[in-house]
């Protein structure tokens, strides 16, 4: 479970988060929209450790992540993260991109590291390029890559910066059909995306974050069909 | 027909001040390699600010002349009675010099990397140091190369103004036959040959591990 209690984060004087409460239980997808800037994004680098944070908790199955004595590259291996840029290694092979963590964070035998590796890589449909350097792939699959590399750690919980406001419209949709894949397996997410039909297919809850605030949180259907907050009726109709 | 008073014994005479020359270069340079490595992630990883004094020392070797370098260099030795022989003091201030250079070059290669990458990396578990060494000195290293190649050769071209401290490399060994034998185009025409012979493999070996590497980019 991934707690978030009243979490502030400035950039200098540019306050980004604003207080923000969310807890996401196992299993469930909660997608995030909202305006660029809006702080969608800082969050998620906070809930993995990435970004410190000024005040509040976040906690993930009960370890506080910012606490001094949290260790977090263990608590990383829990979270996978893929971010808008897929972020290849370009001097690893696509292979080699997705076994490097599991040998040399979870300490794997190179067999079981490039068993996982070529299982995660088969799972979103990448088996044809185990030897291909990420440059010769398209932007998608790069992007899918990426995701395989976060899967491979055996991530409890995924979150997913705008993984395909960077790529070319005829690829989103093979990244969209990875991350539906994900949610239908289970998978515990936090998608911060622009894509609504997504959003709106596969959340169990959709957050509306503005200026810093999650304005509002509902169904999809409520979200969207019925949205109370003023800036939410903005926000739609500006993406309709 | 061409005649000359060079004997076979002067040619090795000139063999062994070029392997004095190859044996100040590969000291020097690694010495001063793997200072500049050192120096060159301190710079990066404590930002411009608090380098400052590191920076500072690290221009001063850059901008003074290699040879008032040496020459203060020995003067220093001498003053402080080190006893270092003219070979040590050479090979001191040699590597200083190099890493001076090698630490903007690596800085420069670490730069390069991108920060987004170096997340991705960080944010799969790994360490700062695993992603020193499995991400980031990969990349910097195929980045930096073709500099360290160039400064690899600048030093060794260099490392002919050790002479001055007495010590006997390929270019004082030349001089010395020129003043014996009165044939210094024919020497000197020897002696840039010997260079060049000792510096091509150097330049290829850059070029290799350059297209080895470039179809990954």
Not at chain 1, 181 to 207: N, P, Q, Y
């Amino acid at each position: 479970m991934i707690e978030i209690e009243n979490v502030r984060k400035s950039f200098g004087a540019l306050e980004v988060l604003k207080g923000i409460d969310l807890t996401v239980s196992k299993g469930e997808v909660v997608t995030v929209i909202g305006g660029s800037g809006s702080g969608k994004s800082t969050l998620l680098t906070c809930i993995n450790g990435l970004e410190p944070i000024d005040s509040g908790r976040i906690t993930l199955d009960g370890t506080d992540v910012h606490a001094k004595g949290t260790d977090l590259n263990k608590l990383r291996s829990k979270v996978g993260i893929v971010f808008q840029q897929w972020n290849a290694f370009p001097h690893l092979t696509v292979l080699e991109n997705v076994m490097l963590a599991p040998r040399k964070v979870l300490g794997l035998a190179k067999d079981r590291a490039e068993e996982i590796a070529v299982k995660q890589l088969t799972h979103v449909g990448l088996a044809e390029k185990l030897s291909v350097y990420p440059n010769r792939m398209s932007g998608g699959q790069q992007q899918r890559m990426a995701i395989a590399r976060a899967l491979a750690m055996s991530p409890e919980y995924m979150l997913f910066d705008e993984v395909t406001s960077a790529l070319d419209p005829m690829l989103v949709g093979e990244v969209l059909d990875t991350l539906r894949m994900l949610a239908s397996e289970g998978m515990t997410m936090i998608c911060v995306t622009h894509e609504m039909k997504f959003a709106r297919e596969v959340s169990d809850r959709v957050a509306f974050f503005h200026q810093g605030v999650m304005a509002e949180i509902a169904s999809p259907e409520q979200l969207f069909d019925a949205p109370q907050h003023v800036e939410t009726q903005k926000f739609l109709a500006a993406t309709h | 027909m061409f005649e000359t008073a060079l004997t076979w014994s002067d040619l090795a005479f000139l063999a062994q001040g070029a392997g004095m020359t190859l044996l100040v270069t590969a000291v020097s340079v690694t010495a001063g390699t793997v200072l500049g490595v050192i120096f060159g992630v301190i710079r990066f990883q404590v930002g411009p600010y608090w380098s400052i004094p590191l920076t500072f020392v690290l221009d001063v070797f850059r901008s003074v002349p290699l040879l008032i370098q040496l020459v203060l260099g020995n003067a220093f030795q001498s003053i402080a009675r080190l006893g270092w022989p003219p070979f040590t003091t050479s090979c001191v201030i040699l590597s200083l010099y190099t890493a001076a250079y090698c630490t903007e070059i690596v800085r420069g290669g670490i730069s390069s990397v991108p920060v987004t990458t170096r997340r991705a990396a960080r944010s799969l578990g790994m360490t700062w140091w695993q992603d020193m060494r499995y991400i980031v000195a990969p990349l910097a290293t195929r980045v930096s190369l073709p500099s360290w190649i160039g400064l690899t050769l600048g030093v060794m071209k260099d490392s002919a103004l050790v002479l001055w401290l007495g010590l006997i490399e390929l270019l004082r060994a030349s001089q010395i036959l020129v003043t014996r034998l009165q044939e210094p185009l024919f020497i000197l025409m020897i002696c840039g040959a010997i260079y060049f012979i000792l510096s091509f493999p150097v330049a290829r070996l850059g070029g290799y591990l350059e297209k080895r590497w470039s179809p990954n980019d």
